[in-house]
């Protein structure tokens, strides 16, 4: 939508954020949901919610295989109801079915982020379950190699500015869906 805009046009597909854990995925999400009058929904949310439980208590009790299986279940859940702005998992864009699904029903967008910036933003937090390692930053380090290439394959890809607030972060993201095209209704 044009910045011009008195009201948001109508979304046609669910725009779905990518990204490394710490890229924003959830606070631009939710900024950009408000910004476009749909509802903002995060699959990891949806999966603790079905689960009763945690995402790390999934990777400890089930393992990370049980748990990709009922992401990708949920990933598609959400790209079939109506448009909506979904947050995914770090590793969700990672499943070449996810990624196959994002682009047939959605949009997909990577909140791309540098290292210094996702590290400041996950160092104090204990939620990461593929962080808990001896040498956390070293993980994500290597995780960040190699779930760029694959990030990189996603539709609209936007660089986070450290210092840019999360509104205007949300705004970006909302030109760049703009300039990708027929993704809003005409108006």
Same mark, same amino acid.
């Given at each position: $939508? +044009? #910045?011009?805009?008195?009201?948001?046009?109508?979304?046609?597909?669910?725009?779905?954020?990518?990204? $490394? $854990?710490?890229?924003? #995925?959830? *606070?631009?999400?939710?900024?950009?949901?408000?910004?476009?009058?749909?509802?903002?929904?995060?699959?990891?949310?949806?999966?603790?919610?079905a689960a009763q439980m945690p995402v790390a208590?999934?990777?400890?009790?089930?393992?990370?295989?049980?748990?990709? *299986? !009922?992401?990708?279940? %949920?990933?598609?859940?959400?790209?079939?109801?109506?448009?909506?702005?979904?947050?995914?998992?770090? /590793?969700?864009?990672?499943?070449?079915?996810? !990624?196959?699904?994002?682009? !047939?029903?959605?949009?997909?967008?990577?909140?791309?982020?540098?290292?210094?910036?996702?590290? &400041? !933003?996950?160092?104090? #937090? &204990?939620?990461?379950?593929? =962080?808990?390692?001896?040498?956390? #930053?070293?993980?994500?380090?290597d995780l960040l190699a190699q779930r760029e +290439?694959?990030? *990189? =394959?996603? @539709?609209?890809? %936007?660089?986070?500015?450290?210092?840019?607030?999360?509104?205007? $972060?949300? @705004?970006?993201?909302?030109?760049?869906?703009?300039? @990708? /095209?027929?993704?809003?209704?005409?108006?």
């Amino acid at each position: $939508m +044009p #910045k011009t805009s008195s009201r948001p046009q109508a979304l046609r597909k669910t725009v779905v954020l990518v990204g $490394m $854990m710490g890229s924003g #995925k959830t *606070a631009v999400g939710t900024a950009l949901a408000r910004l476009l009058g749909v509802p903002f929904l995060d699959s990891d949310e949806e999966i603790v919610k079905a689960a009763q439980m945690p995402v790390a208590e999934i990777f400890e009790r089930d393992g990370e295989p049980f748990f990709r *299986a !009922r992401e990708s279940e %949920v990933i598609e859940r959400l790209l079939s109801g109506p448009p909506a702005v979904v947050s995914t998992g770090g /590793g969700a864009f990672m499943s070449e079915r996810n !990624r196959e699904m994002i682009a !047939r029903l959605g949009a997909s967008v990577w909140l791309k982020a540098d290292l210094e910036l996702l590290w &400041n !933003r996950v160092k104090h #937090k &204990n939620t990461r379950p593929l =962080l808990r390692t001896a040498d956390p #930053k070293a993980t994500l380090t290597d995780l960040l190699a190699q779930r760029e +290439p694959v990030y *990189a =394959l996603a @539709q609209v890809a %936007v660089e986070a500015e450290p210092a840019l607030p999360i509104e205007a $972060m949300a @705004q970006k993201v909302a030109d760049a869906l703009q300039a @990708q /095209g027929g993704l809003f209704e005409e108006e």
